[in-house]
């Protein structure tokens, strides 16, 4: 591993570390992943883990290769004293937007670990109903060790979610695109339609 690596490593860490102190406690940080999506469930992730040598890679899933971060999520759910996933699917997506959806899988992700922590830290501006002190971190996934776990097992989780549903929904590249807006699965929507498993709220470009 790379000094610049540990440096981000440790940047991360102690930016978790300003929290714990503050609060006297154990913290957990939680993030989601497909938000953006066409397709598929909003998932959200509370992870506690403390730090190891076997997670100076751990950062915004978004910037590590897919082989990485499924090594990185089999090495944290080994790692964290705890964690827990909440899933929204797409019906209920569209029933309440996806803003309040990802509050829920956020909100069901927390209440789901198994240890309480003290204090949550959540990327994004918005934060779930808690009763515990939650703390909204703006690109908290690049700044925070425990956000940046959170959104590898989100991901992860995800990822694995929407490739199993390509046999189930030939067709739409849900392997490579994960449900995302690529120019193949807007081609495949205008080709097959909408499937059950799209967010019927979304705009699609001119195919509705």
């Given amino acids: 591993m790379t000094s610049r690596a540990r440096a981000r490593f440790e940047r991360l860490v102690d930016f978790d570390a300003g929290f714990i102190e503050s609060s006297g406690g154990m913290l957990a940080g939680v993030d989601e992943a ?17 730090p190891h040598d076997d997670l100076l890679e751990v950062r915004d899933s978004k910037l590590i290769s ?14 964290c004293l705890a964690y827990a996933v909440g899933i929204v699917g797409p019906e209920e997506i569209d029933r309440i937007n996806i803003l ?15 240890v309480d922590p003290q204090i949550v830290l959540v990327d994004g501006r918005q934060l ?22 959170a959104s590898i097992i989100a991901k992860v989780t995800r990822d694995r979610m929407m490739r199993a549903s390509d046999a189930e929904y030939p067709g739409y590249g849900f392997v490579r695109n994960k449900g995302y807006g690529t120019k193949e699965h807007f081609e495949a929507i205008h080709s097959l339609g909408k499937a059950d498993i799209h967010r019927k709220s979304f705009r699609t470009g001119r195919w509705g």
């Fill in 34 to 50: 497909g938000r953006g999506a066409l397709a598929g469930p909003v998932v959200a992730a509370a992870v506690m883990c403390r």
């Fill in 66 to 79: 897919e082989n990485r971060r499924e090594i990185l999520y089999d090495i944290l759910k080994e790692r």
């Fill in 100 to 114: 309040k959806a990802t509050m829920v899988a956020m909100r069901q992700a927390i209440q789901g670990l198994s």
């Fill in 128 to 149: 779930p109903e808690t009763d515990i002190r939650a703390v909204a971190v703006t690109g908290g996934d690049g700044k925070s060790f425990s956000v940046a776990a």
